[in-house]
């Protein structure tokens, strides 16, 4: 496994190839987040390092393990964050906050007023603000999960939904605009690299975390 520390990669001499893994497709928070971390990191003149976005987390923790990324941005919202916490093959890197884009109610430009009973695609995760954000006109709704907040966006283009719990980068991306008023998320980030596995007495130890 690779070092978790993605300053010791950065230094030069340092040949192994540096990739952050997060969640996509483009226009998710994950990619900004991940955008965030590289940025504190490498400062504004830092080298280049790459992010390459995955359908879901779980996707991107096999993308580490595989060698195909050096670390993976996870939001600490996720229902299944635990996982990545509890993986013997991982170690945590760092943690950081940083505000999400701002969340919003989306519907397709031009689609004239969505249906009283609407379907909206979200990720699992933000779910509860879309009663927090939704028009009151709208007294129920119907939700269906998508893996994340890009795809949410998707399905409103596809048709499978009526509006859309995303981001504005998403919203951007895919041709949205918001019918509600919007808000950002106050989150933490983890970030995970590859465990260094020490052996003692033919039995795996991990170094002790101090907070």
Known sequence: MMPSDLISLLRPGSHQPVVIGTLGPPGTSSEVAAKRYIAQVTGPDGPRVDIRMYDTYEGAGEALQAGEVSHIVVANAYKAVFQF????????????????????????????????????????????????????????????????????????????????????PAAQLHGLEFISRTRSICMVWSVFGGAAVRTHKNKKESAPCYS
Request: glycine share 6%; proline share 11%; no cysteine.
């Open 85 to 168: 916490y509890m993986d013997p093959t991982l170690e945590l890197a760092g943690v950081f906050v940083m505000d999400t884009p701002l969340y919003g109610i989306a519907t397709r430009r031009g689609a004239g007023p969505a249906p009283d009973v609407p379907v909206i695609s979200t990720h699992p995760s933000p779910e509860p603000i879309i009663a927090q954000l939704l028009p009151e006109r709208h007294e129920s709704f119907k939700v269906i999960h998508e893996d994340s907040t890009s795809a949410a966006a998707r399905a409103v283009v596809d048709g499978s939904a009526d509006l859309a719990l995303t981001t504005l």
